[in-house]
């Protein structure tokens, strides 16, 4: 009796020992090895990024391991698999982080373990890093700052400098997010006759924003233009605008220059959106950890050009 | 009584098939990368097993009495903003950690006072209060996180006592207590005949409504202490903070033999699940699997412990009484 529950028990760990035999042929190899751990890989904006990461580690004979937590909001969770690639011994780290401060104990792990780390996309919270006594060798990503204000100028620009302006916010705290949103307010404050009537956060999610556009266009009758920190909210925006029968009164601008968005534009339903390219973003990391590996210097700031769909 | 020292055999057979499955899975990662037998990388994986370990005590003493708690994960954000939010009103680090553990134990409290008095299906009361404390965590925190806790508090992740990281002692001492409360202590064997017999329990004179509500306050406890190690580890609470956490908890316990239907099972076997989780992430990730297949393996083996929990079941039921 319980020598077929060990062999059942066994079962399960031929399973594992399966998947190992499986990689182990391709993380046997001398070649250098670089991590790119990614916010989730559930989201086109990254998979993009990993794409670009992989066709830059393979023209460089880089070995190039790519992981990601479940969720987006699990910032334990990608603590763990940056501690575990530390124990990997990886070359470089290539990090987006979950949460810009919440991850410095593991980048702190990270140089400790002598490994560069480079951030892209979000920043890591300089002062919460410099606190910890940490570094990161060079941040790669996109002036959101900079997107939010082409957004800001765009919507001032369309509305001739008048309008009430409802504003989707993304996840509370998250930098990428925020500094969206700075560089949006900023743009406005230059046309006093912009005036933000709503601003609520949807958590980057479609569904809340859905639900928040409802509420903020039964509260704000008179709105003509929205403003959502990423186009997944821009995109539940505009499905609650049209539910309203509002679709023709109000302008929605989103940010990332997802097809999804884009195609929404082209039909009109959606006025523009702010393009990053994460395709780009994922190669350059991956060019700077080899730079890096091979004792080169790397600027601290490498920005990726942004643009304005519409 | 015959039947019952059988159960205890197959309980304790089924600890040691768990603890051979923990050992052939180390001897597998061993054997596949060079990176998992080293002492920093074992440290390593302690270390991470301690959050789903730590909740996944209270979650083996309800699924001992039958019973589910869903709330964990949300209890686990509402403690740490509790604890976040006091601390920013100047309260004293050891109030406000108090104060974060009365909150886990209160809202657990609630939990099976919905159940005991209320009469409702443990999965109703507890999913309903899975959300009510994610919205209060919100609320009380505005939807962002705090961070820049007190070095005290940081020292509890990042503390080494004779070289075994401080997570990994606290999560050991927690499951040594909660052994012998189980096994050597009154209310440890009134879970257990709670969950092998509810009625009869209750006819032979034991107040199964304390003590059932008794065991939700425990697991509230225990996601007030995991939250305590999560603010610890990433410096700060976040509302979002414990968002599948009752699963992984779930699974730890299944994993580790203790039968949703109550009555038989383990906190052993608990512990030894948290850990085979907790190995199987760490090598998959050194190995460098994609993340998509981590997740199908992790599947794979929960359902496979649950395929073994059952035919063991089956067999017991078979077996003369």
């Given at each position: ?5 060990l ?52 023209s ?18 990608q ?18 982080p979950?949460?810009?401060r ?14 560069p ?40 620009e ?6 009430k ?30 005036q ?39 995109l539940g ?39 990053q ?34 | ?5 059988t ?17 052939l ?30 909740i ?20 686990v ?15 004293p ?16 409290t ?22 009510v ?100 580890r ?32 383990s906190?052993i076997?608990?512990?030894i ?6 190995v ?42």
């Amino acid at each position: 009796m319980r020598a077929l529950s060990l062999i059942q028990r066994f079962g399960a760990f031929a399973l594992v020992l399966a998947i190992s035999a499986c990689n182990r042929s391709t993380t046997a190899g001398a070649k250098p090895t670089v991590a790119l751990v990614v916010k989730t890989l559930n989201n086109q904006f990254f998979i993009d990024m990993e794409a670009g990461a992989k066709a830059a580690a393979d023209s460089l004979g880089i070995e190039l391991l790519v992981q990601a937590p479940e969720r987006e909001i699990d910032v334990e969770r990608q603590m763990q698999i940056v501690e575990n690639l530390i124990q990997r011994k990886v070359s470089v780290l290539l990090l987006v982080p979950n949460g810009s401060r919440e991850i410095v104990p593991a980048v702190v792990k990270a140089n400790a373990a002598r490994i560069p780390v480079v951030a892209v996309d979000t920043r890591i919270d300089a002062a919460a890093l410099t606190a910890a006594g940490g570094v990161v060798a060079s941040f790669i990503g996109s002036d959101n700052e900079d997107g939010g204000r082409m957004a800001g100028a765009f919507l001032v620009e369309r509305l001739a400098g008048t309008g009430k302006i409802a504003v989707l916010e993304g996840v509370p705290g998250h930098e990428t997010a925020d500094a969206r949103l700075r560089g949006f307010r900023t743009a406005l404050g230059r046309a006093p006759g912009m005036q933000i009537v709503a601003s609520q956060p949807a958590n980057m999610e479609r569904d809340q924003a859905f639900n928040v556009t409802q509420n903020m266009l039964q509260a704000n009758p008179g709105i003509t233009a929205l403003f959502a920190c990423n186009d997944v909210m821009a995109l539940g925006a505009i499905e609650a605008i049209a539910a309203a029968g509002k679709a023709k009164a109000i302008s929605v601008v989103g940010f990332d220059a997802q097809d999804d968005a884009r195609k929404a534009i082209a039909e009109q339903r959606m006025s523009a959106t702010i393009a990053q390219n994460p395709r780009e973003m994922g190669r350059i990391a991956v060019i700077t950890a080899h730079r890096l590996m091979q004792g080169q210097a790397v600027a601290s700031e490498q920005p990726v050009a942004i643009s304005l769909v519409k | 009584m015959i039947a019952r020292t059988t159960l205890r055999r197959m309980a304790r057979g089924r600890e040691a098939g768990t603890l051979l499955g923990l050992v052939l899975l180390c001897v597998a990662l061993w054997i596949a990368t060079p990176f998992f037998a080293t002492t920093e990388n074992l440290a390593n994986v302690a270390e991470q097993s301690a959050i789903v370990g730590v909740i996944a005590i209270g979650m083996t003493c309800v699924i001992l009495t039958g019973g589910i708690d869903l709330s964990v994960g949300s209890l686990v954000a509402l403690s740490g903003i509790v604890i976040g939010v006091s601390l920013q009103r100047g309260i004293p680090l050891v109030i406000s950690v108090t104060l974060g553990l009365l909150a886990g134990v209160a809202a657990g409290t609630l939990n099976g006072i919905m159940i005991t008095l209320g009469k409702l299906p443990p999965f109703i009361a507890t999913l309903g209060m899975m959300s009510v404390a994610r919205g209060a965590a919100l609320m009380l925190s505005d939807g962002r996180p705090i961070s820049d806790f007190p070095a005290g508090l940081r020292m509890i992740a990042t503390g080494v006592i004779a070289g075994i990281p401080a997570p990994v002692l606290l999560m050991l001492a927690l499951y040594a207590f909660t052994w012998f409360m189980l096994t050597r202590t009154v209310p440890g064997r009134y879970f257990y005949a709670i969950g092998g017999n509810e009625e009869a329990t209750a006819l032979s004179g034991i107040d199964v409504r304390f003590w059932k509500t008794a065991v939700y306050a425990i697991s509230g406890l225990s996601a007030g202490l995991c939250s305590v190690l999560l603010v610890a580890r990433l410096n700060s609470a976040q509302p979002v903070a414990g968002i599948g956490y009752e699963l992984d908890a779930i699974a730890a316990v299944v994993i580790g033999g203790t039968s949703l239907l109550g009555g038989t099972g383990s906190v052993i076997g608990t512990l030894i699940g948290a850990l085979i989780m907790s190995v199987l992430r760490n090598g998959l990730n050194l190995l460098g699997v994609s993340s998509y297949l981590q997740q199908v393996a992790i599947g794979a083996v929960i359902i496979i412990a649950v395929l073994i929990d059952m035919a063991l079941r089956r067999r017991v039921q078979r077996s003369p009484r």
